[in-house]
Nanobody
Framework: QVQLVESGGGLVQPGGSLTLSCAAS???????VGWGRQAPGKQREVVAQ???????TYVDSVKGRATISRDNARNTVRLQMKSLKLEDTAVYYC??????????WGQGTQVTVSS
């Protein structure tokens, strides 16, 4: 099973930006990928996803502020976020859609937006 390791989280001021990266242990070129997040006391939500054909979708709360991208040569998925808000504070997880449709999640990286 593919292993995913996220990085790039940290403390960011409101209005700031950051880029999260997700390194996969194996080829993901034929997989759908995405990012989700979970804030304290809330359920995990998918915020950005990219299908195998490169089409992307975003949850309304991050539209215009988030960009998902992938580097198939490096088995890497990134999430760029700008104009960060306090409510973007959460643990961010990347995921890969496996061969039989299962979702494989990474261990997560904390993003805290605070002044």
């Amino acid at each position: 099973q593919v292993q995913l390791v996220e990085s790039g989280g940290g403390l960011v001021q409101p209005g700031g930006s950051l880029t999260l990266s997700c390194a996969a242990s194996q080829d993901i070129i034929n997989s759908g990928v995405g990012w989700g997040r979970q804030a304290p006391g809330k359920q995990r939500e998918v915020v950005a996803q990219m299908a195998r054909n490169g089409s992307t979708t975003y949850v309304d709360s991050v539209k215009g502020r988030a960009t998902i991208s992938r580097d198939n040569a490096r088995n890497t998925v990134r999430l760029q976020m700008k104009s960060l808000k306090l409510e973007d504070t959460a643990v961010y997880y990347c995921y890969v859609v496996g061969r039989v449709g299962e979702i494989v999640w990474g261990q997560g990286t904390q993003v805290t937006v605070s002044s």
